[in-house]
């Protein structure tokens, strides 16, 4: 998503910002505090890029000491602070304030312990998902969770966004796959949610903390649960002449029984350009197709993909090909996880939409998603975790062209909230960041708000940490309401500036 809506940089006082360098660099080495323009730029959106704000200070701590240093010094100057992974997310949760500091976890990246016994891996924050994997194949394991950015993500920013992935369906989110995580509040205490054994004493607090978007407490070290590689994986592609077929198909797997390892589906828009770029054999005559995973022992695998291909063809499939070895299986998958940078080639700027739905409802939220285009004219192809309902439209746009962000942000708008009527909710995997912070106004209600309201005073009672994200303020949802009724759009929240 382009830059053209920017987030003017603004105007910090000198002495201010000498004030954080001054305290920072007593704590950390030179090179790890950037305060000049040209070194804090690049951290001045996350995959959001449509939002862009200088930070004060950018801190590159590399130890959890380090870490509490740069808390203390933001909790005593009452400086906030918003941690940051790889940048990948796309809700804006990353963006910096301009009065604060941005607090990099990218040099925390060791893997400190692989555990084949115990089948786990203990982490730094900063180290890539896809990392994890690789430290885990010597033991014949992995970790399950793969989100289309696995080459790039931070398994830190995958536990603050609750992320997914094409095998969330059977094997489960991030939260799903950590046992523990150790981490530090904004008064510098160690604390612990969960634990090495497979529950621990108390609320679930390690529930609460994944997708809590860096806003309770800062991970410094991560232990993940890893699974045994699968004797054999196979993958279905089934094409389908219209989209709403396919998505009935997705629910006729689901009622039959059957939980595949992956479920996707892309539309026609979306396989011509992935094949265009990834050139993975795709069905490009196919309104829609899905992708079908089966994985287990090889009687396992053969049974599941004979009764996955009965429901398919009894669905209306007009082609189904099964991959013939590993290497077409990669390449299927491969494509499918090219999605974002391939559409990114059809349009100076996309943006990429998360919301989720009961499986039923997929050709009817389709079929809005269609008459949206023409209400606004913008094409949006469809790529999406059908089998859990995790929808990802991406939205076409050009915003050097006047008006067509803000007609892509109301075309966002309406799927989000048709979205929560059919009794979904505004997003799966990436987050509310600044992003969605209007809908959340419109699936929760104030009383609901306010409690989310009182488990961040309980963690953060300053409010430092990643302020102005995730929970909209009061006032805000009134202002929004009136908005929704007489029409037009608020601006997204204003960050707090010298």
């Excluded at 804090?40 to 939002?51: I, K, M, N, W």
Aim: hydrophobic share 45%; glycine share 10%.
């Amino acid at each position: 998503m382009g830059e053209r809506s920017a987030v003017p940089a603004p105007g910090i006082p000198f002495l201010r910002q000498a004030q954080v360098v001054a305290r920072l660099l007593r704590a950390l080495p030179p090179d790890s505090v950037l305060y000049e323009a040209e070194d804090t730029r690049p951290y001045e959106c996350d995959g959001l890029s449509a939002y862009r704000q200088l930070p004060m200070v950018v801190a590159l701590p590399r130890d959890e000491e380090e870490v509490r240093a740069v808390l203390a010094a933001c909790r005593d100057l009452n400086v906030p602070v918003v941690a940051r992974g790889a940048g990948t997310g796309l809700s804006g949760g990353a963006l910096p304030r301009g009065d604060g500091v941005l607090l990099s976890m990218a040099r925390m990246n060791r893997i400190l312990s692989v555990d084949a016994a115990a089948r786990t891996a203990r982490v730094q924050p900063g180290v890539r998902n896809l990392a994890i994997s690789e430290a885990a194949s010597a033991y014949g394991l992995y970790y399950a969770p793969d989100p289309s950015s696995q080459i790039a993500c931070t398994i830190g920013g995958n536990v603050a966004e609750n992320s997914g992935g094409v095998h969330c369906l059977k094997y489960g989110l991030t939260v799903h796959n950590v046992l523990k995580v150790r981490a530090l509040t904004i008064e510098g205490e160690s604390v612990e949610f969960g634990s090495a054994a497979l529950d621990s004493p108390g609320l679930d607090l390690l529930a609460l903390f994944h997708g809590s978007e860096g806003m309770l407490a800062l991970a410094t070290e991560i232990t993940v649960r890893l699974l045994a590689r699968p004797a054999l994986a196979r993958c279905v592609m089934a094409s389908f002449g219209d989209v709403a077929r396919a998505g009935e198909a997705v629910a006729a797997i689901i009622a039959a029984g059957i939980v595949p390892a992956g479920l996707e589906m892309m539309d026609r828009p979306a396989t011509r350009a992935v094949e265009e770029f990834a050139h993975s054999g795709y069905d490009l005559d196919a309104a829609a197709i899905l992708l079908a995973e089966s994985d287990g022992t090889h009687e396992e695998v053969a049974e599941e993909l004979a009764r996955m291909i009965e429901v398919l063809e009894r669905a209306g499939a007009t082609a189904v090909r099964v991959s013939g070895d590993e290497a077409e299986r990669l390449k299927f998958w491969a494509g499918r996880k090219a999605a974002f940078p391939a559409v990114g080639r059809l349009s100076p700027d996309y943006y990429c939409m998360d919301g989720t739905i009961p499986r039923r409802r997929l050709a009817e939220v389709l079929g809005f998603i269609a008459a949206m285009e023409g209400k606004y004219g913008l094409r949006c192809p469809n790529v999406f975790h059908a089998g859990d309902g995790n929808l990802h439209p991406l939205i076409l746009f050009d915003a050097n062209a006047p008006g067509q962000l803000a007609r892509t942000e109301a075309f966002a708008a309406e799927v989000l909230e048709k979205c929560i009527e059919v009794g979904g909710t505004i997003t799966g995997e990436h987050g509310v960041g600044i992003e969605k912070i209007d809908q959340m106004c419109v699936q929760f209600s104030a009383r609901e708000l306010e409690v989310f309201r009182g488990i961040k005073r309980a963690f953060d009672p300053q409010e430092l940490l990643n302020p102005g994200k995730n929970i909209p303020a009061l006032h805000r949802c009134v202002e929004f309401g009136r908005m929704r009724v007489h029409g037009g759009k608020l601006p997204h929240p204003e960050l707090p500036r010298f």
